[in-house]
């Protein structure tokens, strides 16, 4: 039973993580879309959401946040079923 546990808590902590990395890539693509429009190198919508124009980036800004929660979320998480993880085995 320990070893099932083991294993459901190892790939937990994977897909936290890999939720993570996810959040990173689409936020780094999301700012260098934006900052285009902006003409500027990055703007990170989920850190500035006052600088959106028009409905797209306003909408972006929302998803963006919500995304940033739930990444941090998926992160501590991770970091408690990696501890599970190796307190089991």
Same mark, same amino acid.
């Given at each position: 039973?320990?070893?099932y546990?083991?294993i ?16 990173a890539v689409?936020?780094v ?17 989920e850190?500035?959401?006052?600088? /959106?124009?028009?409905?797209?980036e306003?909408?972006? %800004?929302? $998803?963006?946040?919500? !995304?940033r &929660?739930? /990444?941090i ?6 970091f %408690?079923? $990696?501890t599970?993880? !190796?307190l &089991?085995?």
């Open positions: 039973m320990v070893k546990m083991v459901l808590l190892s790939v937990l902590a994977n897909l936290c993580f890999g939720w993570a990395i996810f959040y689409f936020s693509l999301s700012a260098l879309k934006v900052g285009r429009r902006h003409y500027q190198p990055l703007i990170f919508l850190f500035q959401p006052h600088r /959106a124009r028009g409905n797209w306003a909408s972006r %800004a929302r $998803l963006m946040s919500r !995304l &929660l739930w /990444a979320l998926s992160v501590l998480i991770g %408690a079923s $990696l599970a993880h !190796l &089991l085995s």
